[in-house]
């Protein structure tokens, strides 16, 4: 008896020494993880430099006004057929008026789209640099005054911001562009790399009609872009939980989407005598299904693990040491992130109940009920896909499904270091955001006019050079839209110096200094 429980005691004594050796080691593998080993990162291939251009105080009224005018012009699309054309064909006039160095230039061809839209050709000195393109769109979404603190459509300037539908999404872009190109050719600069810029006048309403012809307009006539570059991302500040420093997101895909119309049909009649479901009835249940059984949680399939993995250093204590092990904490974080609407919009495929219409009298069994929901696709699945689930979900052959749009979600673009688009955005942010370390891939939840170039490259970039804090973004599409005129001098400074900084020849190697971003 004694030797047998010793023997007991003794094999107690090992297994425990066994668990905390193992513990030991795990610990040791985290803690290596987060101190020691970086997840894979670009490599810096240029030391930040001091500054950037400095633009004269002439100049600097001078862009503020450019795009208070353009934000004066209510260039509002409500859906495909329903655009302000007035008001577009008013912007092709008042960039002509405002940048007559562009629109003068020998080297620069103009040429208008789908009527409204507008494509330049700038004509690089050395033909054999492979060009890239500039891409934003001059159509913004209704603004109905009430609510505002001013006028959507005054351009008012208050405390070093200007308000007005447009200043984050996209006229700020679309004039912007422009104004870097107009002060870069009154310094006599003249581009060795040709590169396009295109402004879309129905981004807001699927860009069929600009950005889609002019996309189809450059792949007849053979162009292959090096990148482009989009509205998109931008730089966090304080928006990431964790992260002390702006962090610049590059967003290298964006989601795909899927709109279906539901519909349930009944006889109808009085309410004095209802039967046991009405058609109402039948299709919330369903509704309710949808909502209450969210599509598969995606996190670790897609771009958003490559922005923890790349962010993993920058997060404070403990959260630097869960994002540099993802292959051990990665249950809990994707659990976490599924907590809030704009984390979970990156991990998995949205369900977003958007219309329900039936009934037409208190006392009437109604005869239909329809409803619409909007799906945003993950990266990680297909349109095909999504809809199976959703069959699946509903279950109910009394439920007729519809479905009115679809598309698949983009391909990833490249993000490496042989990728010139990626290092000539990287250089350009370190360039003119002096406060920004680190630079990541991301996931645009939204959808871009970027979408339909996939036939000239496979190099797309979503990222509006701004400053973005957590009070700005429900001003996109909301109230009281504004930026700040110190943001967009920084926008402008950033388009400028991305233009020269794209006529290197090639990459150069790594600087022996870098640290990774």
Known sequence: MAGGSGRRRVAAWAAGLGLCAALLALLAAVLLRAYVLRAPAIPRLWARRGGTVAFSAGERLELKEALRGAIKIPTVSVSPEDL????????????????????????????????????FTVQGSNPEMMPYM??????????????????????????????GRGTLDNKNSAIGILQALEFLLRRNYRPRRSFYVGIGHDEEVFGQK??????????ARGVKLSFLLDEGSAILDGIIA??????????????????LNFTVEKEPG??????????????????????????????????????MEHLASEFRFPLNLIMS?????????????????????????????????????????????????NFRIHSAEKATEVLEMVKNTVA??????????????????????????????????????????????????????????????????????????????????????????????????????????????????????????
């Open 84 to 119: 302000n054309t007035t008001a577009m064909a008013e912007f092709g006039n008042y960039i002509r008026e405002v940048f007559p160095a562009v629109f003068s230039s020998k080297f620069i061809q103009h040429e208008i789209v789908g009527k409204y839209s507008h494509l």
């Open 134 to 163: 500039l891409l934003a769109h001059m159509d913004v979404v209704p603004a109905p005054p009430e609510g505002w603190d001013f006028p959507p459509f005054s351009a008012a300037e208050h405390e070093g911001f200007i308000y």
């Open 210 to 219: 600009g950005a889609m012809k002019i996309a189809a307009l450059l792949e």
């Open 242 to 259: 964790g992260v002390k420093k702006p962090v610049a997101v590059i967003a290298i895909t964006e989601k795909g989407s899927i709109t």
């Open 270 to 307: 009085h309410s004095s005598f209802p039967p046991k479901e009405t058609s109402i009835g039948i299709l919330a249940a369903a509704m309710s299904r949808l909502e209450q059984n969210p599509l598969r949680n995606l996190f670790g399939h897609g771009p958003e693990l490559m922005t």
């Open 325 to 373: 092990n993802l292959w051990l904490f990665s249950p809990i974080v994707s659990r976490v992130l599924a907590w809030k609407p704009s984390t979970n919009a990156l991990i998995r495929t949205t369900t977003a109940v958007t219309m329900f219409n039936a009934g037409i009298k208190i006392n009437v069994i109604p005869s239909s009920a329809k409803a619409t929901v």
């Open 396 to 517: 109910d052959d009394r439920v007729k499904i519809d479905v009115v749009e679809a598309f698949d979600p983009l391909p990833i673009s490249p993000w490496d270091d042989q990728t010139f688009g990626v290092h000539i955005l990287q250089r350009t942010i370190l360039d003119t955001f002096p406060d920004v370390d680190s630079v990541v891939p991301g996931t645009c939840i939204g959808n871009t006019d970027s979408r339909h170039f996939t036939n000239v490259t496979n190099a797309i970039y979503r990222f509006n050079p701004l400053l973005l804090k957590s009070d700005d973004l429900p001003r996109i599409h909301g109230l009281n839209e504004r930026i700040s005129v110190e943001n967009y001098e920084k926008q402008i400074k950033f388009l400028f110096q991305l233009i020269k900084n794209c006529d290197i020849d090639k990459l150069p190697e790594p600087h022996a200094n870098s640290h990774e971003l």
